[in-house]
């Protein structure tokens, strides 16, 4: 027999649902398998998630693991025109590891992104991992040129 899709057919079940509550020789009546008494025996009966009898439940006690944290969020390194033009007076060449050289950056560890806030007078050659398109056009009107670094 071939398997195609018009031939899947899902496996059949192991095993019967219990019916509870439909008489003793069901072998699930009287109590319905729920006990004689107390809160978990009554319908609606039981305690909302989380609740730890009293205790000060976990999400409580560790009020630090609320909420979210995206763990593929990239950060970047920002460095703007203004840095630029006052770390670079005369021009030249940017790369990440000569702004951590001239202490602009504290590290490597993150990836560079150039940003256009200020102005650019003299051509820069700027190597870096991303650039907002007012940087690129900033730099190319000064007569420099961006390499996007991968």
């Known amino acids: 027999m071939s398997l195609n899709q018009h031939t899947l057919k899902p496996n059949e079940p192991k095993k019967n649902r219990k019916r509870r509550g439909r008489g003793d020789s069901s072998g699930n009546g ?7 008494k107390g809160q ?4 609606g009966g039981g305690v909302r998630p989380g609740f730890e009898g009293g205790q000060l439940p ?3 006690r ?14 970047y390194n920002v460095v703007n025109m203004d840095t ?3 770390v670079y007076p005369d021009g030249g060449d940017v790369s990440p590891e000569d702004l951590v050289t001239l202490r602009v950056l504290k590290n490597t560890k993150s ?5 256009g806030r200020g102005e650019l007078t003299v ?8 650039f907002s398109e007012v940087a690129v056009k900033k730099i190319e009107a000064a007569g420099g040129s961006t390499q996007v670094i991968e």
């Not at 630090?64 to 950060?75: A, E, P």
């Open 30 to 36: 009287s109590y319905s398998g729920k006990g004689m």
């Open 40 to 43: 978990n025996s009554r319908s």
């Open 58 to 60: 976990l999400i409580k």
């Open 62 to 75: 560790l009020p630090s693991l609320r909420g979210f944290n995206n763990i593929f969020k990239v950060n």
């Open 84 to 86: 630029l033009s006052r």
């Open 111 to 115: 990836p560079l992104k150039i940003l």
């Open 123 to 130: 051509p820069v050659n700027v190597k870096a991992h991303k």
